[in-house]
Protein backbone atom coordinates (compact mmCIF):
# COMPACT_ATOMS: atom_id res chain seq x y z
CA UNK A 1 0.00 0.00 0.00
CA UNK A 2 1.14 3.19 -1.01
CA UNK A 3 0.75 6.31 1.18
CA UNK A 4 0.91 9.66 0.39
CA UNK A 5 3.36 11.93 1.66
CA UNK A 6 1.91 15.64 1.98
CA UNK A 7 4.77 18.68 0.85
CA UNK A 8 5.29 21.30 3.60
CA UNK A 9 5.20 23.93 0.87
CA UNK A 10 1.84 22.58 -0.37
CA UNK A 11 0.52 22.58 2.59
CA UNK A 12 1.38 26.16 3.68
CA UNK A 13 -0.06 27.29 0.17
CA UNK A 14 -3.78 27.37 1.68
CA UNK A 15 -4.24 30.77 3.17
CA UNK A 16 -6.19 29.70 6.34
CA UNK A 17 -3.65 26.91 6.94
CA UNK A 18 -1.15 29.10 7.13
CA UNK A 19 -2.80 31.20 9.45
CA UNK A 20 -3.08 28.17 11.90
CA UNK A 21 0.48 27.30 11.22
CA UNK A 22 1.10 30.85 12.17
CA UNK A 23 -0.62 30.57 15.28
CA UNK A 24 0.19 27.58 16.49
CA UNK A 25 3.86 28.86 15.73
CA UNK A 26 3.20 31.72 18.32
CA UNK A 27 2.70 29.07 21.01
CA UNK A 28 1.15 24.99 21.86
CA UNK A 29 -2.70 25.32 21.14
CA UNK A 30 -5.76 23.05 21.32
CA UNK A 31 -7.91 22.93 18.64
CA UNK A 32 -10.75 24.65 20.39
CA UNK A 33 -8.68 27.86 20.86
CA UNK A 34 -7.68 27.74 17.41
CA UNK A 35 -10.91 27.49 16.47
CA UNK A 36 -12.43 30.37 18.25
CA UNK A 37 -9.63 32.82 16.60
CA UNK A 38 -10.61 31.50 12.63
CA UNK A 39 -13.55 32.17 10.66
CA UNK A 40 -13.96 28.46 9.65
CA UNK A 41 -15.86 25.55 11.98
CA UNK A 42 -13.75 23.69 14.46
CA UNK A 43 -14.26 20.30 12.17
CA UNK A 44 -12.21 22.12 9.27
CA UNK A 45 -9.30 23.42 12.03
CA UNK A 46 -8.79 19.75 12.43
CA UNK A 47 -9.21 19.07 9.36
CA UNK A 48 -6.52 21.65 8.19
CA UNK A 49 -4.29 20.62 11.31
CA UNK A 50 -4.03 16.71 10.16
CA UNK A 51 -2.84 18.15 6.66
CA UNK A 52 -0.32 19.88 8.01
CA UNK A 53 0.47 17.03 10.60
CA UNK A 54 0.86 14.62 7.66
CA UNK A 55 3.46 17.48 6.11
CA UNK A 56 4.93 17.04 9.12
CA UNK A 57 4.85 20.76 10.04
CA UNK A 58 2.59 20.10 13.60
CA UNK A 59 2.77 17.91 16.23
CA UNK A 60 0.08 16.77 18.20
CA UNK A 61 -0.04 15.53 22.16
CA UNK A 62 -2.83 14.28 24.17
CA UNK A 63 -2.91 16.22 27.29
CA UNK A 64 -5.87 14.85 29.28
CA UNK A 65 -9.34 15.03 27.23
CA UNK A 66 -7.60 17.80 24.48
CA UNK A 67 -5.15 17.64 21.88
CA UNK A 68 -2.25 20.15 21.83
CA UNK A 69 -0.65 21.19 18.22
CA UNK A 70 2.87 22.46 18.61
CA UNK A 71 5.38 22.71 15.77
CA UNK A 72 7.59 20.34 14.60
CA UNK A 73 10.32 21.56 14.58
CA UNK A 74 12.14 18.52 11.95
CA UNK A 75 9.70 19.83 9.75
CA UNK A 76 10.53 23.19 9.91
CA UNK A 77 13.79 22.52 9.93
CA UNK A 78 13.52 21.10 6.33
CA UNK A 79 11.60 24.00 4.65
CA UNK A 80 14.23 26.09 6.41
CA UNK A 81 16.97 23.84 4.70
CA UNK A 82 15.17 24.39 1.16
CA UNK A 83 14.99 27.99 1.39
CA UNK A 84 18.27 28.33 1.81
CA UNK A 85 19.38 26.49 -0.92
CA UNK A 86 17.11 28.68 -3.12
CA UNK A 87 18.55 31.85 -1.36
CA UNK A 88 21.87 30.67 -1.58
CA UNK A 89 21.51 29.67 -5.57
CA UNK A 90 20.03 33.09 -5.91
CA UNK A 91 23.15 35.20 -4.27
CA UNK A 92 25.29 33.18 -6.13
CA UNK A 93 23.74 33.91 -9.45
CA UNK A 94 23.35 37.95 -8.57
CA UNK A 95 26.92 37.57 -7.66
CA UNK A 96 27.66 36.33 -11.30
CA UNK A 97 25.81 38.86 -13.07
CA UNK A 98 27.82 41.67 -10.98
CA UNK A 99 30.72 40.22 -11.46
CA UNK A 100 30.29 39.30 -15.16
CA UNK A 101 28.67 42.77 -15.66
CA UNK A 102 32.15 44.65 -13.99
CA UNK A 103 34.32 42.76 -16.38
CA UNK A 104 31.86 44.20 -19.81
CA UNK A 105 32.59 47.44 -18.09
CA UNK A 106 36.52 47.41 -18.05
Known amino acids: MTTYQV ?37 AVSQ ?23 VDPEGLAVLRAQLDQFWNKALANFKAIVEQSMEEDE
Open 48 to 70: HLRFLKDAGLVIVEPTGNRRIYR
Open 7 to 43: DGWAALGDPTRRAIFARVAERPRPVGELARDLPVSRP
